[in-house]
Nanobody
């Protein structure tokens, strides 16, 4: 059974840092592009960062220079290190697994709340 299990997140003050983790199972990690998405109420889910199986990385402009995506193939886990957090980063964050030549995830993590507030 394909599963993505997230951990991390929570409440942090502006300027603070958090790290999100997403552990994969069921054979969906290798060869997949892994992405971190976020969603706020009333808006579409937004791709924040992605990393391919060859470690090609992309970020949305609003997080470039503050967020870092990485993957650990030995632990079958993808991470999102978030630094210099801003209130506008507040959202539910999801990891997603995108198959080769696909453009949308075929599996999702359960989502985790990130709240940036003083």
């Amino acid at each position: 059974q394909v599963q993505l299990v997230q951990s991390g997140g929570g409440l942090v003050q502006p300027g603070g840092s958090l790290r999100l983790s997403c552990a994969a199972s069921g054979g969906i990690f290798f060869g997949y592009t892994m992405g971190w998405y976020r969603q706020v109420p009333g808006k579409q889910r937004e791709l924040v960062a992605s990393i391919t199986s060859r470690d090609d990385i992309n970020y949305v402009d609003s997080v470039r220079g503050r967020f870092t995506i990485s993957r650990d193939n030995a632990r079958i886990t993808v991470y999102l290190q978030m630094n210099s957090l801003k209130p506008e980063d507040t959202a539910v964050y999801y990891c997603g697994a995108i198959p080769f030549r696909g453009d949308v995830p075929t599996a999702w993590g359960q989502g985790t709340q990130v709240t940036v507030s003083s």
